[in-house]
Nanobody, 119 residues
Framework: QVQLVESGGGLVQAGGSLRLSCAAS????????MGWFRQAPGKEREFVAR????????YYADSVKGRFTISRGNAKNTLYLQMNSLKPEDTGVYCC????????????WGQGTLVTVSS
């Protein structure tokens, strides 16, 4: 059974930082491309960042480029999202997701962790 469990969310002031983690189990972690998504209250879920299985390639949404960094520790089966210079508009539930290919539907999803950025 595949499980993705996020942690690290919380309340932070604008300009602050948070580091999210996504612990994966039940899958060959290094074979999966991983991504972070977020959903703000009353809005649709949106893509934040993704990383290939080896960690050699990353891609970011324009809204977070230069502020967020996605990384992974394959030995620990863990995905990370370092978030700096946080803005109130970064508020939302952050979820990690996994898929085998570099395109197509994301197969596995976590439940999410709430990030709240106060102004």
């Amino acid at each position: 059974q595949v499980q993705l469990v996020e942690s690290g969310g919380g309340l932070v002031q604008a300009g602050g930082s948070l580091r999210l983690s996504c612990a994966a189990s039940g899958l060959d972690f290094s074979s999966y491309n991983m991504g972070w998504f977020r959903q703000a209250p009353g809005k649709e879920r949106e893509f934040v960042a993704r990383i290939t299985g080896s960690g050699g390639s990353t891609y970011y949404a324009d809204s977070v480029k230069g502020r967020f960094t996605i990384s992974r520790g394959n030995a620990k089966n863990t995905l990370y999202l370092q978030m700096n210079s946080l803005k109130p508009e970064d508020t939302g539930v952050y979820c990690c997701a996994a898929r085998l290919g570099i395109a197509g539907p994301w197969r596995y999803w976590g439940q999410g962790t709430l990030v709240t950025v106060s102004s």
